[in-house]
């Protein structure tokens, strides 16, 4: 059954680089897109980008300069780096699955992470 | 940006009753709206895409209709398991983007 899992560290120092990995199973990243999503504490939740089946990239144009989407797909996991992190990018990060239409078919529980010195 | 403007933001309901959930879109998606349930500590799921067609798995109690900037999501004969939150998601055009959340009661 398709399974996405978010993994990575639950604190990140200010300034630093936060580096996330979605380990996906079930479906193949060849065949389906994958994009990350967080959410802050008591706030809505906001698309950060996706990584396509062919590898192609789209960002949050409010995120670009500080992100980046990679994947490897022998090992069928997504990556998230995020540098200059500020204590406003605290939140749960998620990822999910993309369908042909673009919505989100499967998502994972998602990880949180907090930005503090 | 699409600002997705989604109401009410609670609601509360008895069980067997319908409620319905509204989108706004601030400019036309041409129907690339789809809504999602969402448990505390579980992970979202789909219920519904492209405004209107059901997702595999999902009770045919849940239902979306809606075309240009407007969209709903209906939910009939209420069960208690239907408690939770409900949000819509644009993705029509970058970036995607999110409605706020309606968190649904059950009395």
């Known amino acids: 059954q398709v399974q996405l899992k978010e993994s990575g560290p639950g604190l990140v120092q200010p300034s630093e680089t936060l580096s996330l990995t979605c380990t996906v199973s079930?479906?193949?990243?060849?065949?389906?897109?994958v994009n990350w999503v967080r959410q802050p504490p008591g706030k809505g939740l906001e698309w950060m980008g996706t990584?396509?089946?062919?590898?192609?990239?789209d960002y949050n144009s409010a995120l670009k300069s500080r992100l980046s989407i990679s994947r490897d797909t022998s090992k069928s996991q997504v990556f998230l780096k995020m540098n200059s992190l500020q204590t406003e990018d605290t939140a749960i990060y998620l990822c999910?699955?993309?369908?042909?239409?673009?919505?989100?078919?499967?998502w994972g529980q998602g990880v949180m992470v907090t930005v503090s010195s | 940006d699409i600002q997705m403007t989604q109401s009410p933001a609670s609601l509360s309901a008895s069980l067997g009753e319908t409620v319905s959930i509204e989108c706004l879109a601030s400019?036309?998606?041409?129907?690339?709206l789809a809504w999602y349930q969402q448990k505390p500590g579980k992970s979202p799921q789909l219920l519904i895409y492209?405004?209107?067609s059901l997702q595999d798995g999902v009770p045919s109690r849940f239902s979306g209709s809606g075309s240009g900037t407007q969209y709903s999501l209906k939910i009939n004969s209420l069960e208690s398991e239907d408690a939770a939150t409900y949000f819509c998601?644009?993705?029509?055009?970058?970036?995607?983007?999110f409605g706020s959340g309606t968190k649904l009661e059950i009395k």
């Open positions: 079930g479906f193949s990243l060849t065949s389906y897109g």
């Open positions: 998601l644009q993705d029509s055009e970058y970036p995607f983007t």
């Open positions: 400019e036309d998606i041409y129907n690339n």
């Open positions: 990584i396509w089946n062919d590898g192609s990239t």
């Open positions: 999910a699955r993309s369908r042909p239409d673009n919505s989100f078919d499967y």
């Open positions: 492209y405004a209107s």
